[in-house]
């Protein structure tokens, strides 16, 4: 038991997994109830199982496994992660539990699978079922089919794939085992419950036994249409709904609705393997075909008939197999095979289904043609053909091809084309049978009713019968309007009689099921006719095209929808339309009307109508107008009232009065009345006569305007303007003309016969009066808003100078839409109102394209011109191409007739010439405007082969292949193009190019879509492929076409699709999908369907932007040619969806020829914040590109027309790169003016400069970079700061083109990358410069590392982003580039890192090879040679940067204004002082004195100061207190957060606005006067020192100068100063943080305040300079002693030498100097007395006694004897032991004044020892004596001795070189003659050497190379530790000031001004600064020798100190 209760405390999960089968068994009990009690489907419980449930259902232990499968079979069900265990878990069900013996095990792994269908996971368990089929145990092979089943039966078909099942059937069959076949077989009945017959052909070749056995039970099977019983999770209504029918009565009446869902969709040719026949055919086939002997070709047809008997076949290029039979169909005179070619054709068109439509239009005329045979068996196969060619194709394609036959003069063919016609309305819906289609037809059928022959009668009355069923009445009734009774009532009959392919719901079923046939159809029938009327024309603004013959559909070119109706299709709305509205009026005669015109007006008005007195007429006309104003409609009688005032004198009237009334009574009647063309035609004649009068023209537009309300425009504009023409009166003509300009734009453009006015309108511009000729321009000018650009192909002819007129108008027109018609909304239709209207807007047919004049080139098409095509030398293939482009050329526009060209031209496609191929592709380009929208037939025989020329390797035919299929594209629309399986057979070819440029064209084709075939979900599968395309492009294309694929065919299935994948790449699959499903765009929306209402009228169809959108957008403009290619402009914000236009402006009326005058960037208020809301929100495309895609300018094209000049906007997005400079140029120029507008439209300017960068023209792109320039000087004056958005989306392609290969280029990359830390934190511009050094690009390396070299010294340590360390560790890498400039510039780089942070930069690279740290440890040392003459080059050759510490504190730096004394100056502090080597962060290295002597010109601009909550900054900052900190601040992870807030904030202390400055004082002292916060201050004080004496000179020189300022301002600005300092100067510990240089320079400036005789004159003035008093005394107390000494004593040297100087200013340095004397007994032990005796020994150098004395005061010498005296009071003699930094004593006479003192000072005290009293100099000289006898035979010894020789030529080199009067004859004398040479020459060869080398310092001095070890100086390292503060300055650092005024080249060290150090980056540790200190102190190698032997008067010399000193460093060399 006591494992058990070991295992009993456990937690659920873990008992699952224990290896215990009990704990397992109870852990699954107790899963199960767990399962069961959690009621969150969501709860993170099911989480943890994640990965058990496998293990659940494999337990090896049968009792644990059945409880884990009831415990999985719960979680599946509940769970709502359980959908990702479905492969695991199934896989794991099909292979441990299935073979179980179990039934129970069985029953629950069957349950497992079902539920995991219920939660819509059926495709992965059908997968793994299907799997286990292929498993060796019976026992899991039969438990799989039970399940396959159980799904099927319950799920039903719609849900399990049966494809893949009817597949694996077959081989079930076969099966040894009996328990596998008969498992089987109840499968197979199952399947056939569901398909039935579909299930037939797929099963035929099993064995016929068991085939019988099947029929047995198939017959059994009940006919009852199958139901789900189960449902999934997303199908709950469905499931609620068959719940309540149960409930109700069973199954009693199935429901419309469900019936429909569960009518079999599964179509037995989907189920079959496709055969290749081409292959097959015999080899002799196409000679026997064309054999004289009949019996030869009939052999080739009937083997041809063998192969097409194959139910399915295989695509494939069968053009020359359907040619021949159609040729044999056509011309073969023996009617035996005729019968058989239409056999064999009707077997291809079965086998083929859709693949074989792009032949029907070929084969079909010639069928219908060959219908004149008697025979019945030739008429019937030839019935059989065309039925079966019907159904690969839709009526709309064939319209044309049967309404030529339909007037053949042959009854027969008549009575076929009528009975073919019949049977394919049969297979129609209401909505594939589309008014535009029906109107063509029913005309032509009822010339059929009327014919002569009765069988034609029949066929025609049994063809309107079909129609009038499918249609429906209320649709062709319309068209029957003249048909006698008797015949009406005999097509309803045959109505009534028509059986429908689609049963009675038609529509309904159809349209659901997708057009999929019922079982045993053989193809599924709807297509672009069909569909697209409905899904597409009548609901999306989509192009559609239709055969010209027909007059009539949705036309192309313009995106208004066909209103039709919705669901129930166009047909089934019923329409009154025009023809129905017309009153019809037999012409009255004159009695009849004075009758009836008596009856209604009054007598004495019909009296004295013809009144000889004017009077009398005008009273007459008066009583008549009143008559007509008060009758009603139904009793005016409108002829007899026209004919009345017709009567004479009638328009001949002379009155002018008389005739206004009478033409305004016209108009009366016309609106009051029922008006009808007779009538019109009594007045339009005088109303036309009257048109140009100058007092009665006006009422006469006005009659003729209600005339046209009342009988359509169309009609009474024809009879205008031929009545206007037919007469000679100019005035007349230009009037009407106007007239109707005027009428067109009030009624809108439908119906108008354009044809007709094009004549007369070329008669007008032919007129010699102007005005007419001004009129018919005006009128084209409105014809073109409606009709677009091919109005003007009509006049191409005119000549030049009218068409330059013409073409005026017409650009005027451009961009403005059709007004929304106003009038024509006859009143006649006043109860369907809608119907009519929508009538009106189908009847829109006459597209200006089918207007065209086309010409028929068919018999141009010689057998002998496509010879020459074919031919095999090129250039007559080229002579036939030639021939076919002028042909062309000649005729504009052809009829589709173009014989065997497609062929040719198809053969030209690969041909192995490429000037030929784009020859072809243009002459198909021509092609497709030639023929309009009639090119569809071509777009499977020869648009396809367009595409794969995508897939050539030159880039120049892709690109023409490209232009070929747009072209194409916009005359077909996309439909053709997406049906069948074409598109998806190209994608599968794995050709790089042909996949990414098919993609890409898919990617900008299909967002404009509102609907696709499904065929489009064939290509899916091969899009995935491409998604793991080698090829990246290819990849990048498949990416960026994912969401449009989404958009149309949904996630769902998308995702479906990905079940065929390997798991690897489904995984990866999915995951693009869930990317793509979040930028997923919206389809384009439907125009809504009202709007056309609301507008009103007979919106013209045609030439309207759906007007719904017009009001969407607040504007009507659009161009008046939208092109769906464009329409992506649209792209992703709802609003434009729907608009096709090329451009949707989204400013109300902006007129293409818009003034230019106003601003270009328009502010659109947060318009930038919304766009960055989208971007986030991944409402649009993130700008992130390799390069820019088609959907990113669109995306930016549609963000810019928000805020962006129209015209602007033109240029920006034009084609040529010419535009884009002008468009530069403007936005130079508008730069400064339209600051705020270019602000709030930066992120897209920034974005469309990116464009730019990707152009090849280097035109644009130095006009971008000069652009960028100049708008980043503009933003940082204004202080704008980027934003991360504008950032992110512009530096990284800033960065590419740093990489450029001209210098120029790169030279203003650069400099603009410097202007923008301006407006950009240089911290945060660091990852992005960081990410361009990993470019492919070595320029780029190259140059994107020294810029971070750059940043680095410019901003300090702080920029290197994430952190110092990752920064460094990445820029190392560089160092073994293969490429020279990229290795020279990551040197360089952490070269300057090492001078700005020291040693520490070894740390923070970490380890690099050997290689690698030798050149860098190289580089270091040649930096090191020349320190750094840089302070003063930097700021010469620097580009101007600027600081911007952390945020962006903006301190401009001027030009190097600096004179010598300031150099002086900095190179006096950089020989004077250690610490100057280790180069500081150059955040504050500003060139000060320049600063200074700019008298005030500074300008520096910060922005106002963060406010910064320092309490919470603190709050996670645990600082411990170490004694001694070891890490610099900005290295210190604890302070990463603090430290960049304080340099922020300190940077702020400099600031030129005294409140910003104020601000950071305060925020500083808060800190300092907190003890637990102002340690974090540590580490920043040099910083906050300079910034602080920095200021302290700002006020100095310029805001005391500045008279606006208040004083008082100032007054508080110094007490803040001041405040803050003291407060930090009484915290010991930070005030010893305070190095020397600084310390000099405040001390400089505290002096200067106190002397400033501006601050006494001010009225607190005495406070401040008390206040500085104060401070300066603690600023000499508190500091470091060491430091304070020597910027003192710095300062004062500076001082005396300075001429300028006041004698009060070193006045005040010596006394701080006596303060600090009188300090020193407590402070002694603290100072580093070495430091303190070299300073002061270099002052003396400076200042010998004699120039001293020469001083006015006698105070500096004074000073200087006192603080000697002091010191040597207090060290005594030691003190001489402190001058071990001095190289060479007798430089100055320090050493000599130390030992007068030391002996006055002994002779004083009398204690002296018999040593001292002998007198220091003696024992010196002694001393010295000694040893150098002792170091010189030292030397000689080793020169003596053979492995030391080298070393000791090496020390008496350098001992001669020091001590030049150092004796070595005696030991020399007593070798011999060989030993001398032998000294001599090696100290020559080592002169030449040194020379040659140049003063070289290893930085490990050493002599021989080798390495010093510093173990020997460890005591003594300590010591020195504690004392000077690891000072690791080099002696030739620190060169004497003499020499520098004499040799200004030497090289020196960064000045203390310039310097900020850390004070952590001096704490050392590394072991090379220990030798740095002691070995490298002199430049000659002989480290250490020299240090302390150098004094021949050194009183405390020890002699045995100095030997055992020699022999440290003797074996230490060794």
């Known amino acids: 038991m006591g ?133 060796k145990n019976p026992k ?512 001949k009237e002379t009155n002018f009065q008389v005739m206004q009334m009478k033409l305004h009574i016209v108009a009366l009647i016309a609106q009051k009345g029922n008006f009808s063309k007779t009538s019109a035609q009594v007045v339009l004649d005088g109303l036309v006569d009257k048109v140009g009068d100058v007092k009665c023209g006006s009422n006469a537009k006005e009659a003729m305007t209600a005339i046209a309300e009342a009988c359509q425009l169309p009609w ?286 898919l990617a900008e084709k299909l967002p404009t879509l509102r609907s696709v075939p499904s065929d489009l979900l064939l290509c899916v599968p091969h899009l995935y492929s491409c998604l793991e395309d080698r090829n990246g492009d290819v990849r990048k294309k498949a990416q960026d076409a994912l969401p449009f694929f989404m958009m149309h065919l949904g996630f769902e299935k998308m995702a479906k699709a990905t079940g065929k994948l390997k798991p690897t790449s489904k995984d990866q699959v999915l995951a693009m999908l869930e990317k793509a499903k979040a930028n997923m765009p919206a389809k384009p929306a439907p125009p809504a369907k009202s709007s056309s209402r609301v507008v009103g009228g007979t919106a013209p169809a045609k030439f309207q932007p759906a007007s719904a959108f017009a009001d969407d957008l607040g504007s009507n403009t659009m161009e008046s040619k939208p092109d769906p290619k464009k329409a992506k402009a649209g792209g992703l914000s709802s609003k434009t969806k729907g608009i096709q236009g090329k451009k949707v402006l989204s400013k109300p009326n902006l007129k293409e020829d818009d003034d230019k005058s106003g601003p270009i960037f328009i502010i659109v208020p947060n318009g930038k914040e919304q766009r960055m809301k ?138 603009i990358l410097n202007r923008m830390c301006l407006i950009y934190p240089a911290s945060k511009m660091f990852p992005f410069i960081m990410e361009g050094t990993k470019s492919k690009n070595s320029k780029q390396r190259a140059e994107c590392l020294e810029e971070l070299g750059c940043l680095v010294e410019s901003y300090g340590m702080n920029v290197c982003q994430p952190t110092p360390g990752k920064a460094l560790k990445e820029m190392a890498t560089h160092i073994g580039d293969r490429d020279n400039t990229v290795r020279n510039a990551a040197l360089n780089t952490i070269v300057t890192v090492y001078n700005v942070h020291g040693d520490q930069v070894f740390k923070l690279i970490g380890n690099l090879s050997e290689k690698d740290m030798s050149m860098l440890e190289e580089r270091i040392k040649r930096s090191a040679k020349r320190p750094s003459a840089a302070p003063v080059r930097q700021t010469e050759e620097k580009p101007q940067r600027t600081q911007n510490i952390s945020a962006n504190a903006g301190m401009m730096r001027k030009g190097p204004a600096e004179d010598m004394s300031s150099k002086l100056n900095q190179n006096r502090n950089m020989g004077s002082h250690s610490e100057t080597t280790h180069t500081v962060p150059r955040e504050f290295q500003l060139d000060l004195d320049e600063i200074e002597n700019d008298n005030g010109t500074v300008r520096c601009e910060m922005p106002a100061l963060v406010q910064h909550k320092l309490d919470d900054i603190f709050e996670p900052v645990l ?68 910034a602080t004496f920095m200021q302290l000179r700002l006020i100095y020189n310029t805001h005391m100068a500045d008279e606006k300022l208040d004083k008082d301002e100032i007054v508080r600005l110094y007490s803040c100063i001041i405040g803050s300092m003291i407060t930090l100067f009484q915290i010991e510990s930070l005030a010893r943080e305070a190095s020397t240089g600084v310390l000099k320079d405040l001390m400089h400036g505290l002096i200067t305040l106190m002397l400033d005789s501006r601050v006494e004159d001010l009225e607190e003035g005495e406070q401040v300079i008390r206040s500085v008093n104060l401070l300066v005394v603690k600023v000499l107390e508190k500091s470091d002693q060491t430091n304070i000494l020597s910027a003192l004593l710095v300062l004062l040297q500076d001082s005396l030498l300075a001429t300028a100087s006041s004698p009060k200013f070193s006045e005040l340095v010596m006394k701080c100097l006596w303060r600090m004397v009188r300090l020193l007994p407590e402070t002694i032990n603290s100072i580093n007395l070495d430091r303190i005796l070299l300073d002061i020994h270099i002052f003396m150098k400076v200042f010998p006694k004699e120039k001293l004395k020469q001083c006015k005061s006698d105070f500096p010498i004074r000073t200087l004897k006192t603080l000697l005296h002091t010191l040597c009071k207090l060290k005594g003699p030691k003190i001489l032991d402190h001058l071990t930094m001095i190289d060479n004593k007798n430089e100055s006479e320090l050493e000599a004044h130390l030992c007068r003192v030391m002996k006055h000072s002994m002779d004083q005290s009398g204690k002296a020892d018999k040593d001292t009293e002998k007198g220091a100099s003696r024992i010196e000289e002694k001393a010295s004596k000694a040893k150098v006898n002792d170091i010189l035979a030292e030397i000689f010894k080793k020169i003596g001795s053979k492995e030391n020789t080298k070393e000791g030529l090496a020390e008496l080199y350098e001992y001669k070189k020091k001590y030049s009067d150092a004796d070595i004859e005696p030991f020399l004398k007593n070798s011999s003659q060989f030993f001398q040479s032998y000294v001599e020459r090696g100290l020559r060869l080592i002169e030449t050497e040194r020379e040659g080398k140049g003063r070289i310092a290893p930085s490990t001095g050493n002599t021989n190379g080798e390495e010093v070890g510093p173990s020997v100086y460890l005591e003594r390292l300590k010591i020195l530790r504690q004392r000077c503060g690891l000072d690791n300055a080099k002696q030739e650092d620190r060169p004497p000031l003499t020499s520098l005024l004499s040799k200004p080249t030497l090289p020196t060290v960064a000045s203390s001004t310039d310097m900020l150090h850390s004070k952590l980056s001096q704490l050392r540790e590394s072991r090379e600064q220990y030798q740095h200190l002691d070995l490298d102190c002199n430049q000659t190698h002989s480290s250490g020798i020299g240090t302390t032997l150098a004094s021949p008067s050194s009183a405390a010399a020890n ?12 074996s230490s060399r060794k």
């Open 3 to 135: 494992d058990d209760s070991e295992w009993m405390k456990l937690p659920i999960d873990q008992k699952c997994e224990h290896k215990l089968w009990k704990a397992r068994l109870n852990g699954y009990e107790e899963a199960l109830k767990l399962f069961q009690k959690i009621d969150d489907e969501k709860s993170p419980e099911w989480s943890k199982y994640l990965g058990l449930i496998k293990k659940f259902v494999t337990d090896s232990n049968a009792v644990a496994q059945l409880k884990g499968l009831e415990a999985a079979l719960a979680y599946v069900e509940n769970a709502h992660v359980a959908g990702k265990t479905t492969g695991e878990v199934a896989s794991g069900v099909v292979n441990k539990v299935f073979n179980q013996p179990k039934a129970r095990a069985k029953e629950l792994g069957l349950d497992i699978c079902l539920m995991y269908i219920e939660i819509e996971k059926g495709e992965a368990i059908q997968e793994e079922l299907l799997k286990g089929l292929d498993n």
């Open 140 to 651: 899991i092979i039969v438990a799989c089919i039970e399940t396959l089943r159980k799904a099927l039966s319950e799920f039903g078909s719609k849900i399990i794939s049966l494809k893949p099942i009817i597949k694996v059937l077959p081989k079930l069959f076969e099966s040894r085992e009996k328990a596998v076949r008969d498992e089987a077989k109840l499968l197979a009945v199952e399947i056939y419950r569901w398909i039935r017959d579909a299930l037939r052909p797929p099963l035929q070749n099993i064995n016929s036994v068991q085939l019988k056995e099947l029929e047995e039970e198939w017959i059994k099977v009940s006919s009852a249409v199958p139901r789900q019983t189960r449902f999934l999770r997303s199908q709950q209504e469905l499931k609620a709904k068959f719940e309540q029918q149960q409930a109700v009565g069973g199954d009693a009446d199935g429901g419309g609705d469900d019936e429909e869902e569960t009518v079999p969709q599964v179509d037995a040719y989907e189920l079959l393997e496709a055969v290749e026949i081409l292959s097959k055919l015999p080899k002799d086939f196409y000679e026997k075909i064309e054999a004289k002997k009949w019996q030869e070709r009939k052999e080739a047809l009937e083997a041809v008939e063998v192969l097409v008997k194959n139910p399915k076949l295989e695509s494939g290029d069968y053009a020359d197999l359907v040619k021949v039979l159609k040729k044999v169909v056509g011309k073969d005179t023996n009617v035996m095979l005729v019968a058989l070619a239409a056999k064999c054709l009707a077997g291809l068109a079965t086998g083929l289904r859709k693949k074989f439509g792009q032949y029907a239009g070929h084969v079909v005329p010639t069928i219908l043609e060959k219908f004149k045979e008697k025979k019945p068996q030739v008429v019937q196969a030839l019935q059989e053909a065309i039925d079966a060619i019907f159904l690969t194709t839709t009526l709309q394609n064939l319209s044309e091809d049967i309404l030529a036959v339909m007037d053949n003069k042959n009854p027969t063919i008549k009575q076929q084309t009528s009975l073919f016609i019949a049977r394919s309305f049969r297979h129609c819906t209401p909505s594939t049978l589309p008014k535009s289609l029906l109107k063509p037809f029913c005309a032509a059928l009822l010339k059929h009713i009327n014919d002569s022959a009765p069988e034609v009668r029949d066929a025609g009355f049994e063809a309107l019968g079909t129609a009038l069923k499918v249609a429906g009445e209320k649709a062709v009734n319309p068209f029957l309007a003249d048909v006698d009774k008797l015949k009406l009532d005999r097509i309803k009959e045959c109505a009534e009689k028509v059986e429908l392919v689609y049963g009675k719901k038609t529509g309904g079923a159809a349209e659901k099921r997708e057009g999929k046939p019922v079982a045993g159809k053989t193809a599924a029938l709807p297509g672009p006719g069909g569909d697209k009327e409905t899904k597409d024309a009548a609901t999306k603004a989509g192009p559609l095209k239709k055969a010209s013959a027909v007059k009539s559909g949705v036309p192309p070119k313009k995106g208004k929808p066909a209103a039709a109706a919705g669901a129930g299709g166009a047909g089934a709305k019923g329409k009154k339309g025009p023809e129905t509205k017309e009153i019809f009026e037999s012409e009255l005669s004159m009695e009849v009307c004075e009758e009836k015109a008596a009856a209604v007006l009054p007598a004495s008005c019909i009296q004295q109508l013809d009144s000889g007195n004017w009077k009398e007429r005008l009273a007459c006309m008066e009583e008549f107008q009143k008559a007509v104003e008060l009758m009603e409609r139904s009793e005016m009688p409108c002829q007899a009232l026209v004919r009345m005032l017709a009567k004479k004198p009638g328009w």
């Open 716 to 1001: 009474t504009a024809e009879q205008v303007v031929a009545t206007a023409f037919s007469q000679k009166n100019p005035k007349n003509q230009s009037e009407t003309l106007n007239w109707l300009s005027n009428a067109i734009k009030e009624f809108g453009f439908s119906g108008l016969n354009v044809k007709a006015f094009i004549s007369n309108v070329k008669t007008a511009l032919a007129a010699t009066n102007p005005a007419v000729r001004t009129s018919a321009i005006t009128l084209l000018g409105v014809m073109y808003l409606y009709v677009g650009p091919p109005l003007r192909m009509f006049f191409e002819d005119e000549k030049p100078a009218l068409l330059s007129q013409i073409d005026a108008e017409f650009e005027k027109m451009q961009g403005q839409t059709a007004p929304t018609p106003t009038r024509g909304i006859s009143r006649h239709s006043a109860g369907g109102g809608d119907d009519g209207e929508e009538e009106e807007q189908e009847e829109v047919g006459n597209d200006v394209v089918d207007l065209l004049p086309r010409t028929d080139i068919g018999d141009k098409i010689t057998a002998e011109l496509v010879s020459k095509i074919g031919d095999k030398n090129w250039k007559i293939r080229k002579e036939g191409l030639d021939e076919v482009t002028s042909i062309l050329n000649e005729a504009k526009f052809i009829h589709p007739n173009i014989g065997e060209l497609p062929a040719a031209l198809k053969n030209r496609l690969n041909d192995s010439n490429k000037i030929l191929v784009q020859q072809t592709l243009s002459i198909l380009q021509q092609l497709a405007t030639a023929m309009g929208p009639n090119i569809k037939q071509h777009v499977k025989n020869l648009g396809i082969p367009v595409i794969t020329v995508l897939g050539d390797s030159k880039n120049n035919v892709r690109a023409a292949a490209l232009a070929t299929v747009n072209a194409w594209a916009e005359q077909t629309g996309m439909k053709e193009w997406l049906e069948g399986e074409d598109l998806s057979e190209e994608l599968k070819k794995e050709n790089p190019f042909l996949r990414q440029e098919l993609l890409g064209w």
């Open 1174 to 1311: 989208e971007e986030k929100g991944l409402k649009v495309l993130k700008w992130n590109f390799t390069t820019p895609r088609d959907e990113y300018i669109e995306q930016l094209k549609t963000q810019m027309s928000t805020c962006v000049a129209k015209w602007l906007q033109d240029e920006m997005f034009h084609a040529d790169f010419q535009h884009h400079n002008k468009a530069l140029a403007v936005m130079i120029e508008h730069l400064e003016s339209e600051k705020d507008g270019v602000i709030s439209c930066l992120d897209l300017i920034l974005k469309w400069l990116t464009l730019r960068f990707f152009d090849t023209n280097t035109s644009v792109l130095m006009k971008t970079l000069e652009y960028l320039k100049l708008l980043f000087n503009m933003l940082s004056q204004e202080e704008y700061h980027l934003t991360e958005n504008e950032a992110s989306s512009f530096i990284p392609y800033l960065i590419l083109k740093v990489g450029e290969p001209k210098d120029v280029i790169r030279k203003d990359v650069r400099a």
């Open 1519 to 1586: 600082i411990p207190e170490p004694k001694i900190r070891a890490v610099s601040p900005h290295f210190d992870d604890m302070h990463s957060n603090t430290a960049s807030t304080i340099n922020f904030v300190i940077s702020q202390v400099a600031s030129g606005d005294i409140n910003t400055s104020i601000q950071a004082l305060t925020q500083i002292d808060e800190v300092l006067k907190q003890e637990d916060k102002a340690e974090a201050m540590s580490g920043h004080i040099d910083q906050f020192l300079i």
């Open 1999 to 2010: 002699i045995d100190d100095l030997k055992k000193r020699l022999e440290r460093i003797k």
